[in-house]
């Protein structure tokens, strides 16, 4: 091999990366993005449990005063603390531009729109109907975002 | 040790399409599947708005809760078309690392 074949090797294998040449095009695989995700999708879906079983089985219609807008909006704060603490945690990772614009979008579902569509409601009070879209789209959310995350171990060979 | 470049490139592309071909159909099946859900979910919004079971504010929060929820699907969509291209390029590399490393006579790769 020629010198300038061996340093066009060295040049383009430094070029991928330092150390080794396993190249990395997104962020590595972490464990605390993964049990924090799980355990704010449980959280959301604990409290929208809660909701539906504010719903009367007899006339499908919410029990008021408890399914109002003001008795949840201090759970909502709360879910979308614990999604901006995700948010702020994948920001200082490197190569993590992906997941961190998830849990943006995911932070805005929870602290804007699930807002909205209980505040907004005539009756204050969330139906039946309302509460499985929010639940399904939610959980389409969160199931991407782990999704992407576990891939990051999985397609590495170390899951 | 001169390097065969052409028997280079075929074990190079030999491993990344194997990585390729065994991540692909995975893919594809999670866009299927999530973009199905978002339409089911679409239908289901439009059905509240017209049976009057929510009102328009509502309808609109929804479909941005919805449009965000799509555009993560999308996100990892990227996400796992960047990690297939990675364990391609990284088999492709590993595939000739020990041929490589023996001719510039060190642990290049």
Same mark, same amino acid.
């Given at each position: ?6 340093w066009a090797v060295v040049w383009c294998c ?57 008795k949840f909006s201090g759970a909502y704060s ?82 | ?47 509240? $708005? +017209? ?7 509502? &309808?609109?929060?929804?479909? !941005?809760?919805?449009? /965000?929820? %799509? ?10 078309? $960047? +990690? ?7 088999? &492709?590399?590993?595939?000739? !690392?020990?041929?490589? /490393?023996? %001719? ?6």
């Amino acid at each position: 091999m020629s010198t300038a074949g061996r340093w066009a090797v060295v040049w383009c294998c430094a070029s991928l990366t330092v150390g080794g040449c396993a190249i990395r095009l997104v962020s590595e695989y972490d464990e605390a993005t993964d049990r924090g995700v799980t355990q704010l999708q449980s959280d959301v879906a604990s409290q929208l449990a809660q909701l539906k079983d504010l719903i009367d089985p007899q006339t499908g219609k919410p029990k008021h005063p408890d399914c109002e807008f003001d008795k949840f909006s201090g759970a909502y704060s709360r879910l979308a603390a614990s999604a901006h603490v995700l948010v702020v945690r994948n920001e200082a990772r490197q190569k993590n531009t992906l997941t961190t614009e998830q849990l943006k979008l995911l932070e805005s579902s929870i602290g804007e729109e699930l807002v909205t569509v209980h505040r907004e409601s005539d009756d204050k009070c969330m139906n039946a109907g309302a509460i499985q879209v929010v639940s399904d789209a939610l959980d389409q959310n969160f199931r991407a975002i782990l999704k992407l995350e576990l891939a990051k171990k999985l397609y590495r060979g170390e899951g | 040790m001169a390097l065969n470049v052409k028997s280079l490139a075929a074990a190079m592309l030999g491993a990344a399409q194997g990585k390729l071909q065994e991540h692909w159909p995975e893919v594809r099946e999670y866009a299927e599947t999530e973009t199905r859900k978002t339409a089911d979910t679409l239908a289901s919004i439009e059905r509240l $708005l +017209l049976a009057g079971q929510i009102n328009s504010k509502q &309808a609109k929060a929804l479909l !941005r809760m919805q449009r /965000n929820s %799509a555009q993560s699907v999308l996100l990892t969509i990227e996400g796992l078309g $960047l +990690l297939t291209v990675e364990s391609a390029i990284n088999a &492709a590399l590993g595939a000739v !690392r020990d041929t490589v /490393n023996g %001719a510039v006579g060190f642990a290049l790769l």
